[in-house]
């Protein structure tokens, strides 16, 4: 039963984190000068781009993501370090995944490296997210419940001591 739980735990964590880094991505690709906080209005537009941002990102990150929270589960990993490295290294596969590779040169073709930096923070904010959620207590579905011993005997009650 703690392991449905913590599955559930896991999947609100992997949503939460996706509609993080979609609204990362998508507010540093529409607004690239966006630098002061005063913005005023904001069209209401933008609510389904975040939208669209966010299935893009869950779509292309759930493999990536999925194979980082095994490996945490696994080995009992709950440093918020480890997670803002495994978004990042997620963040930076989702961008490389949409790169046309050349296996001759071994190199990728076409990188925007102002694209891979946003991918990356993303990535790595998508990480602080999930371990807020479920990091924090990776694995923990996993330890043995607490012994229950029975409750002390007052002394007035115990069999006289010969």
Do not use: Q
Not at 29 to 53: K, M, Q
Not at 80 to 104: E, N, Q, R, S, T
């Amino acid at each position: 039963m703690a392991l449905i739980g913590r599955l559930l735990v896991i999947l609100f964590a992997f949503l939460a984190a996706c509609l993080a880094a979609g609204v990362i991505v998508v507010g540093a690709v529409l607004f690239p000068e966006f630098t002061d906080l005063g913005i005023g209005n904001i069209d209401p537009a933008l609510d389904v781009v975040i939208g669209l941002g966010f299935i893009f990102i869950s779509g292309f990150a759930l493999v990536p993501a999925l194979i980082v929270a095994v490996i945490t589960e696994a080995f009992y990993i709950r440093s918020l370090l480890a997670y803002a490295v495994g978004g990042a290294l997620v963040g930076a596969v989702c961008y490389l995944g949409l790169i046309p590779f050349d296996p001759a040169t071994m190199h990728f073709d076409g990188v925007i490296r102002r694209h891979l930096e946003i991918m990356t923070g993303a990535g790595i904010v998508a990480g602080l997210v999930y371990w807020m959620i479920a990091g924090r207590n990776a694995g923990g579905w996993r330890l043995p419940p607490p012994s229950r011993r029975p409750p002390p005997v007052p002394s007035n009650l115990r069999p006289p001591s010969s």
